[in-house]
């Protein structure tokens, strides 16, 4: 079975300041994907970066990057510049090279601090 | 290309009535999911559809729960005789292949009284 572990259930961070939202995982899978996700207020769910694991190099999007540790199962997102909109829930996902499903954490919730 | 849609977006009803939930995926996508979020979790998985078929239903509650996502028009959450606890958001997502991002869209709040 695949489990994702979140263990900031909240952070906090200054408006331009640099933030690393941590998350593990637990699969015995070789390749797989990983995700994050952003919820605002507004419950909806936005894609923020994605990772795919026989990948070596770190994804980044603008803003956003993350630190994949294969060996330790360890996926952790840094928001950069962070802004005013970027407070929100913040989701680690997996999801298995042949699956269909994601497998969710339970959350980071993110407050930018002006 | 329009996103996701989902509705309505937000529903209330009372227990024993029937909630149904639709879910259009975006345009191109032929795989539709759908998940659940309690209050203070996490989404979790219920079920996958492709086109007039149900892939994987392993995350869906074995009584009361149905889902459908037939040849023309919308994928079906149905809820039949609802309880208090089914009060939670129910997203869907979709995406081209099994494989791919799942793009979601903005959830249906249920709301049992």
């Known amino acids: 079975a695949q489990t994702v572990t979140q263990s900031q259930p909240e952070m906090s961070v200054q408006e331009a300041e640099t933030v690393t939202l941590s998350c593990t995982y637990d699969t015995s899978e070789n390749n797989y994907y990983l995700f994050w996700y952003k919820q605002p207020p507004s419950r909806q769910m936005i894609l923020v970066i994605r990772?795919?694991?026989?990948?070596?190099q770190n994804a980044t999007e603008n803003r956003f990057s993350v630190n994949f540790q294969k060996a330790a199962k360890s996926f952790s997102l840094k928001i950069s510049d962070s802004q005013l909109g970027d407070t929100a829930m913040y989701f680690c996902?997996?999801?298995?090279?042949?699956?269909?499903?994601?497998?969710f954490g339970t959350g980071t919730s993110l407050t930018v601090i002006p | 290309n329009a996103g996701v849609m989902q509705n309505p977006r937000h529903l209330v009803r009372r227990r024993g009535q029937e909630a149904r939930l639709r879910c259009s995926p975006m345009?191109?996508?032929?795989?539709v999911y759908w998940y659940r979020q309690l209050p203070e979790e996490g989404l979790k998985f219920m079920v996958y559809?492709?086109?007039?078929?149900?892939?994987?239903e392993s995350g869906m509650p074995k009584e009361r729960f149905s889902a459908e996502f037939p040849k023309e028009g919308p994928s079906i959450l149905r809820i039949q005789q609802v309880v208090r606890g089914d009060s939670a958001a129910y997203f869907c997502?979709?995406?081209?292949?099994?494989?791919?991002?799942?793009?979601f869209g903005p959830g249906t709040r249920l709301l049992v009284l």
């Open positions: 996902a997996f999801m298995k090279l042949t699956g269909n499903q994601f497998y």
């Open positions: 345009k191109g996508h032929s795989h």
């Open positions: 559809l492709q086109k007039e078929n149900i892939i994987d």
């Open positions: 997502a979709s995406s081209p292949l099994a494989t791919e991002t799942q793009y």
């Open positions: 990772q795919e694991a026989y990948k070596q």
